[in-house]
C-alpha cells in the first residue's frame, strides 16, 4: 500500500492511497508481468474523488490483452465555461477566490459525478499491427452545484460561498443545455479500431510510433434514449532520437496530435467533457485542458462537438547515475500544446441572459460570444522536471502557462503527476 499523493492546478492537492500488485508466476515472464492489480482511493482538496480498481494481463486469455476497469469520480466543482472555446468569454475576476453576494467562485463550475466500467480486448494482426474491441459503460451524474454540501465544510462565513446562479444555470435556463441533458444519464458503448505500435518500449520510449484510430458507438438509456451516437477518434504519437545511438535517451523530441469527432447522431454536452480511449491507462480522461491533454488551460475550456489537440515535448536526460542496483535520472522537458474546435455546437449562445451578470449592456451580448474567433487554435507553453528510477517509475513536476488569459486567469499552473502525459 503506498500513498497517493499528487497536485492538480484544477483539482487542487490530492491525498488517499493505492497499491499495484504484479503475479509473474514461476518468474520466467519477468519483467513482463502474469497479471496486475491496481487499486486506488483519493480525494483532492477541490472536492474531486477517486475510486478505481483496474486489472490488466497478456495471459489470462492466450495472445491477447484483456484490461478491465472500474471506477467512480465523483466532482464537485466540475469546471464549465460555456460552448465552442474562444467563442464563449472567459471572466477572470468570475474564478477568483474571492466571493459577494452577486457573483462566486461556483459561477465556472457544475456536479459532475461520473461512473465508469470497460472491458477492452487487443489482439494481433501481424506485427506491429493490432486489432482492438471493448465495451463499456459511462453514466454521468450531472446537476448544479450543492452549495450547502461545500459550505458545511467550513464554519467561516466569510469563506462559504454565496448561492448564486452559474453559468451552468443560465445555460440550463436557456435551453442550451437541454432539460433531459441537465441532470445526466447511462450511456452504454461499444467501440473497435486498429492500433499501430513501433515504440522500443512502452515506458517512456526513445524512438517509433504509437497511433491508432476507432471508432465508439453510444447508446442511451432510459430519457437518453434518442442520444445515440458516434464517434471518431484518432490518435499519432512519434518519438525520435536527436542524437547518436550512445546518447538516444538523452534528448528525445516527442510529439502528439489527436481528434474526436461526433461523425452521426445526437450527443449530450457532457459526453463531449469525456475522450475516448481503446484502453484505459489513467485515471481521468478529460475534454481539451488541465493536466492530461492542454497543460496551462483551464479543464474543459474548449467544450465543443469535435476537437483537435497537440503536444510537443523536448525530453532531456540532465544526468544520470546508480544507487544500489537501481538506475536514476533527472531531466527536463520544455512543451508547447494547443487545442482547438473542429466541429463546433450549432447552438449558437448570444442570449443577453447569459451575460446579465457580466455585460453592462444586456442588449448587446456580441462581445461576449464572438464567432470570429471559434476555430481559433488554443496555445499552452511550460516546463517539466522529470525524477526517474530504471525508467518505469517516472515523477513528473510540470508547470505551464497560457498564453491568452481567455484560457486561464492565473498565469502559473502547477501539476505534480507519476508519468509522462504520452
Not at 68 to 75: K, N, R
Not at 270 to 295: C, D, K
Request: aromatic share 16%; net charge neutral.
Amino acid at each position: 500500500m503506498l500513498p497517493s499523493v499528487a497536485y492538480d492546478a484544477d483539482l487542487g492537492l490530492q491525498f488517499g492511497a493505492l497499491t499495484n500488485i504484479y503475479y509473474f508466476g514461476d518468474g520466467s515472464t519477468y519483467p513482463e508481468y502474469l497479471h496486475s492489480f491496481y487499486a486506488e482511493a483519493a480525494y483532492t482538496t477541490k472536492h474531486f474523488g477517486i475510486f478505481r480498481f483496474a486489472y490488466d494481463s497478456k495471459h489470462l486469455i492466450p495472445k491477447h490483452r484483456l484490461s478491465i476497469d472500474l471506477t467512480y469520480l465523483p466532482d464537485q466543482m466540475c469546471d464549465f465555461y460555456g460552448f465552442n472555446g474562444y467563442s464563449s468569454h472567459f471572466n477572470p475576476d468570475y474564478a477568483s477566490q474571492k466571493s459577494n453576494s452577486y457573483i462566486s467562485r461556483a459561477y465556472y463550475k457544475y456536479r459532475r459525478d461520473l461512473f465508469r466500467f470497460s472491458a477492452d480486448l487487443q489482439g494481433e494482426i501481424s506485427q506491429p499491427w493490432y486489432w482492438n474491441a471493448g465495451i463499456g459503460l459511462l453514466h454521468f451524474g450531472v446537476g448544479p452545484v450543492d452549495i450547502a454540501r461545500l459550505n458545511s465544510f467550513t464554519k467561516k462565513t466569510e469563506k462559504q460561498l454565496p448561492d448564486t446562479t452559474s453559468l451552468f444555470d443560465h445555460y440550463v435556463a436557456c435551453s442550451y443545455i437541454r432539460s433531459e441533458e441537465a441532470t445526466g444519464g447511462s450511456h452504454p458503448y461499444l467501440h473497435a479500431g486498429i492500433t499501430y505500435d513501433t515504440r522500443n518500449r512502452l515506458q517512456n520510449p526513445t524512438r517509433g510510433i504509437h497511433s491508432d484510430a476507432f471508432l465508439t458507438y453510444y447508446a442511451g438509456i432510459g430519457s437518453m434514449s434518442k442520444y445515440n451516437n458516434l464517434k471518431f477518434n484518432a490518435n499519432f504519437r512519434h518519438y525520435l532520437t536527436l542524437l547518436p545511438e550512445t546518447l538516444s535517451d538523452r534528448l528525445i523530441l516527442a510529439y502528439r496530435v489527436g481528434t474526436q469527432l461526433n461523425i452521426a447522431g445526437d450527443c449530450p454536452f457532457y459526453l463531449n467533457t469525456y475522450l475516448n480511449q481503446l484502453y484505459m491507462q489513467r485515471v481521468v480522461y478529460e475534454g481539451l485542458g488541465g493536466a492530461n491533454s492542454v497543460r496551462g488551460m483551464m479543464r474543459n475550456r474548449v467544450l465543443a462537438c469535435g476537437v483537435a489537440f497537440a503536444n510537443v515535448e523536448l525530453r532531456t536526460r540532465l544526468f544520470s547515475f546508480k544507487a544500489g542496483k537501481n538506475m536514476f535520472y533527472v531531466g527536463i522537458n520544455p512543451f508547447m500544446d494547443a487545442g482547438m474546435v473542429v466541429q463546433p455546437y450549432d447552438r449558437v449562445v448570444t442570449d443577453p441572459r447569459l451575460f446579465v451578470l457580466a455585460d453592462p449592456n444586456p442588449e448587446n451580448p456580441d462581445a461576449f460570444y464572438d464567432e470570429s474567433r471559434l476555430y481559433t487554435p488554443h496555445f499552452t507553453g511550460g516546463c517539466g522536471l522529470k525524477f526517474a528510477m530504471n525508467d518505469n517509475f517516472v515523477l513528473s513536476i510540470d508547470w505551464a502557462t497560457a498564453l491568452d488569459k481567455q484560457d486561464n486567469g492565473k498565469f502559473s499552473n502547477l501539476y505534480i503527476k507519476m508519468g509522462y502525459m504520452f
